[in-house]
């Protein structure tokens, strides 16, 4: 099971949101690549990214950064974060990373979805951020009276080639992921998901891959691990486990 460190990249600091409120965030003294760093030294291979500045203008606002990151470290990268067109797309693929996340802009026009998935092969995730079975865009703010699986219904056969799911009521929370909805949704996908939102300890990483589901692909840590919940050294562990 792929381990993914996450970095949330916003006024070029490392933060955290909670339940992906920008007024409950915490800013940390180390830097983005400065993080990346730490991730590398203790083995990791792939890295969660947001672009939270993106998720609020729209733009490519921390492209650098990333350039940056892809540049001195050997990641597969997943970047998100206010991705809306074609050639941000192209841009952070050009910079490097392994899969471009659509979250709101594919989730608000299906069409830009199917084109981007047709148009960047095997590059592109689905980020499916869901509060109370129910889809939720812009930064976390719009909740749309659609539901998570009649969507994941509609567009199973795009061509998407990962989901993120994350259950916005734990995010940030360290209340531990909702395996029960992500295994709902391995059932309604025809890729791999990756479980995200609510890592509180070691435990959670165990018992995610101690679901022995084939569909599940990987799961994200942040607020853990910068809060010292999870010791890297501890993380790395299980890596190769």
């Known amino acids: 099971m792929k381990i993914f460190p996450a970095i949330d990249i916003k006024d070029k600091k490392c933060v955290r949101l909670i339940k992906g409120d920008f007024e409950k965030k915490t800013e ?9 760093a730490k991730y590398k030294d203790h083995g990791f291979k792939n890295l969660h990214i947001v672009d939270l500045d993106g998720a609020l203008t729209g733009k490519t606002v921390n492209l650098d950064i990333i350039q940056e990151i892809v540049n001195k470290y050997d990641f597969q990268i997943e970047i998100g974060g206010g991705l809306r067109n074609l050639q941000s797309i192209k841009q952070y693929i050009d910079a490097g990373a392994e899969k471009v996340i659509l979250g709101s802009g594919a989730i608000k026009n299906k069409d830009f979805l199917k084109e981007a998935c047709k148009k960047f092969k095997n590059k592109i995730a689905l980020g499916l951020d869901a509060k109370d079975g129910n ?18 219904k509609e567009v199973k056969d795009f061509g998407v080639s990962r989901i993120i799911f994350t259950d916005i009521n734990r995010d940030g929370m360290k209340t531990s992921p909702n395996f029960e909805e992500t295994i709902k949704i391995t059932e309604f996908a025809n890729c791999p998901v990756v479980i995200s939102g609510g890592v509180s300890s070691i435990d959670d990483i165990k018992k995610a891959k101690n679901l022995n589901n084939k569909k599940i692909e990987g799961i994200i840590v942040g607020k853990a691990i910068y809060d010292g919940d999870i010791k890297l050294k501890e993380l790395a562990k299980e890596i190769n486990a």
Do not use: C, H, M, R
């Open 28 to 36: 940390y003294a180390t830097s983005p690549v400065e993080q990346a």
């Open 135 to 152: 889809l939720s865009v812009s930064g976390w703010k719009e909740n749309l009276n659609i539901k998570t699986f009649d969507f994941l």
